[in-house]
């Protein structure tokens, strides 16, 4: 594949393009062979497509044709004799690999995936395609939807430990108590307090979201340490932390929601305390970047949004906060705010 920006032959180009429009194709096949746990399978080592389609129950020509695809987009190795094994891509696809996509891959196949086949409408309207598939909103359809509602929360909590680190490595001293707003099902929370044994938390999210954290939170040897609370940020957030913390939350929302999210997240912060808001940023230039493929997710799936640097500023002040610094991380950036106005 060719460099952004990098000038083309006609034929080149066409090729090129015409491989972008396809890569449905790719992502599909990939969700197939993460469905089977083909990776798990493989482990590290080469296996013919006749026995990894027996075992999966699958057709083997057609297994053939979609790792011979995927081989070809560096996620597998293929053998002379019709056996495949694992590339280094694909070894992200294995549930126990550090670092493992395979939740990831969940997440973005079933119902997010169908919806951007009404991608139009998105952009038409600025409103998400997901309540037109679906008939409501994504965390209204979860609330209905346990099962799905577990995966996603699965997802989540297997994205934590990357996109965490620059939260995880902040300097904790002088905290006492950190109020984890949207925290799900408690992973960040639990890692959290794991390697910091000074620090309390509250965990606060949808009523039905926290109830899955009470095993998550005894297992890491914090419950003791956690105050869980149920209820809706949009109406007010618990009192008495140091610091809050918005992981991942404020993306899922347009620019209204989120202001009334941090809104009530000003009103329980103390004069001395901080706000962590852990997002990715998106640079702001035409280079590729991750953060600009999840900002057209959050629309079409929930009418949310990434940000620059400069959005992020002016939705802070927009709420009475003023952003004091930006940490950039290899997967999220680690943004710190404080009342504005307030002595420090």
Not at 152 to 175: C, D, I, K, Y
Not at 230 to 235: E, K, L, Q, T, V
Not at 252 to 279: T, V
Request: charged content about 25%; aromatic content about 6%.
């Amino acid at each position: 594949m060719s460099e952004p920006g990098t000038p083309l032959q006609p034929q080149a180009a066409n090729q090129e393009l015409r491989r972008r429009i396809m890569g449905y194709i790719v992502s599909q096949s990939i969700f197939t062979v993460n469905e089977l746990r083909i990776a798990d399978r493989l482990g590290g080592e080469a296996r013919s497509v006749t026995d990894l389609a027996r075992e999966c129950g699958v057709d083997a020509d057609a297994l053939h044709r979609t790792l011979r695809l995927l081989a070809a987009e560096g996620l597998f190795h293929e053998g002379p004799t019709g056996s495949f094994r694992l590339a280094a891509l694909g070894e992200l696809l294995r549930t126990e690999a550090p670092g493992s996509l395979h939740e990831f891959v969940n997440l973005m196949a079933g119902e997010s995936y169908r919806v951007w086949a009404e991608s139009a409408y998105s952009v038409r309207t600025g409103k998400p395609a997901f309540d037109l598939v679906h008939g409501m909103p994504h965390f209204n359809w979860l609330a209905e939807h346990p099962d799905a509602a577990r995966d996603f929360n699965r997802a989540q909590a297997s994205l934590v430990t990357q996109r965490s680190l620059p939260l995880l490595e902040r300097n904790w001293q002088g905290v006492k108590t950190v109020v984890d707003v949207g925290g799900g099902n408690g992973q960040l929370l639990a890692t959290l307090l794991s390697q910091q044994p000074h620090l309390e938390g509250v965990l606060f999210d949808l009523p039905h979201v926290v109830t899955e954290a009470q095993a998550k939170l005894t297992e890491s040897g914090v419950r003791d340490r956690t105050r869980i609370v149920g209820g809706d940020f949009f109406a007010e957030v618990p009192t008495g932390g140091d610091v809050y913390v918005l992981a991942q939350i404020l993306h899922d929302w347009n620019e209204e929601q989120a202001l009334g999210i941090l809104r009530s997240c000003r009103k329980a912060l103390p004069d001395h305390g901080r706000l962590l808001i852990l997002e990715q940023v998106i640079p702001e230039d035409d280079e590729p970047h991750p953060a600009k493929l999840l900002d057209l997710h959050m629309l079409v799936l929930l009418g949310g949004r990434e940000r620059t640097e400069t959005d992020w500023r002016s939705l802070l002040a927009d709420s009475g906060f003023r952003l004091e610094s930006v940490e950039q991380g290899a997967r999220s950036s680690l943004m710190t705010a404080v009342l504005d106005g307030a002595a420090r």
